[in-house]
């Protein structure tokens, strides 16, 4: 794409924020005269047809005015945005929200869930905090039938992992309960890390449950876990791109199935991204579910330690500023709280 000239840019976000607040096309007359641009309307037209041309503008019908495009909003986020700040009753508002709450992360996670939706008219996404390196707690082998083995794993938080192995020959349950013990000895408070780092003696069957435990702790390491509060979904519902079933069909089975929002979340915000905030918009060419949708995350929390996820979904014409202004401001709120709790 050719550089935008300045004027193309001031066109461009003119016709964004116009159809941010209307949701509807926006014609050259309607622009000239409402923000008293000091140009012909044709001048506008032929510019607008740029920028058409370019990718960053389409034309719903053909009389109709021009609406922006998924990469028309990502290259106003990421160009021509300038940053923002809450104003300051409403981040005082917040703040004395907060204040009033007793040490309930609970309670904390659904208030920042219920200010998020309410201020920005989007679904809200929060994640509870999790511990950045999971923590091996308790170990069990069951013997069940002939040669199988049920291990059942344990990881600080509540986390459990189940699976069942063929071992070679048949291990009676007192010698499943020693090799069980021996794990818990060897592991015991240890994270992912120091796991992997391990190489002890073992026979070939505590091999298969070493790797094991391994695994499956390294994968709980890279995975969401824990509570995911949703609120507001009903805000996203009731915009117009969604009056058609099969957007909002596309839209609610990314919310309500948690693999798939678990994927996205996971996929989506950096991992050393705590206190900055993600844009993607129209899913970004990887999540055709979310093609009418932009998602604004960030992390909160200590890094290294423990953190958490929080964010809005909402129709990619959403008000990119205030609403990035919003989830930064939480994610401080909450990383702040963490950092007391922890």
């Given at each position: 794409m050719e550089p935008l000239t300045n004027r193309q840019k001031k066109i461009l976000s003119l016709i964004i924020h116009e159809h941010i607040a209307t949701a509807e096309p926006v014609g050259s007359s309607r622009l000239v005269k409402k923000f008293s641009v000091d140009l012909s309307s044709a001048t506008v037209r032929n510019e607008m047809a740029a920028l058409t041309e370019a990718g960053l503008l389409r034309q719903p019908h053909t009389s109709a005015g021009r609406v922006p495009t998924e990469e028309g909003y990502r290259y106003f986020v990421r160009q021509l945005m300038h940053e923002t700040s809450l104003p300051p009753t409403i981040r005082a508002t917040i703040n004395h929200q907060f204040s009033q709450m007793n040490s309930d992360m609970k309670k904390w996670m659904r208030l920042a869930a219920s200010?998020?939706?309410?201020?920005?008219?989007?679904?809200?996404?929060?994640?509870?905090?999790?511990?950045?390196?999971?923590?091996?707690?308790?170990?069990?082998?069951?013997?069940?039938?002939?040669?199988?083995?049920?291990?059942?794993?344990?990881?600080?938080?509540?986390?459990?992992?189940?699976?069942?192995?063929?071992?070679?020959?048949?291990?009676?349950?007192?010698?499943?309960?020693?090799?069980?013990?021996?794990?818990?000895?060897?592991?015991?408070?240890?994270?992912?890390?120091d796991t992997l780092a391990f190489q002890p003696p073992l026979s070939v069957s505590e091999e298969k449950i070493f790797y094991w435990v391994s695994r499956e702790m390294a994968r709980n390491g890279q995975i969401l876990t824990g509570e995911i509060i949703l609120n507001g979904l009903t805000n996203v519902l009731a915009e117009p791109e969604f009056s058609d079933s099969e957007e909002a069909r596309r839209t609610l089975k990314m919310l309500e199935e948690r693999s798939l929002l678990q994927e996205l979340l996971a996929e989506t915000i950096l991992p050393e991204a705590i206190g900055g905030v993600q844009v993607l918009i129209g899913g970004e060419g990887n999540w055709d579910d979310l093609r009418q949708c932009s998602v604004i995350l960030s992390k909160y929390g200590i890094p290294g330690l423990a953190s958490g996820m929080l964010g809005i979904l909402g129709p990619v014409r959403m008000s990119y500023g205030y609403s990035i202004s919003l989830v930064r401001h939480l994610s401080g709120l909450l990383s702040d709280f963490v950092n007391e709790q922890w």
């Open positions: 200010v998020l939706a309410h201020h920005t008219n989007s679904a809200s996404i929060i994640t509870a905090p999790q511990a950045s390196h999971p923590v091996f707690k308790h170990l069990e082998l069951i013997a069940t039938h002939g040669c199988q083995v049920l291990g059942i794993l344990v990881i600080e938080g509540g986390e459990i992992h189940q699976q069942i192995f063929q071992m070679e020959e048949p291990i009676s349950q007192e010698d499943l309960s020693v090799m069980a013990g021996k794990f818990g000895q060897i592991f015991s408070r240890k994270n992912v890390k």
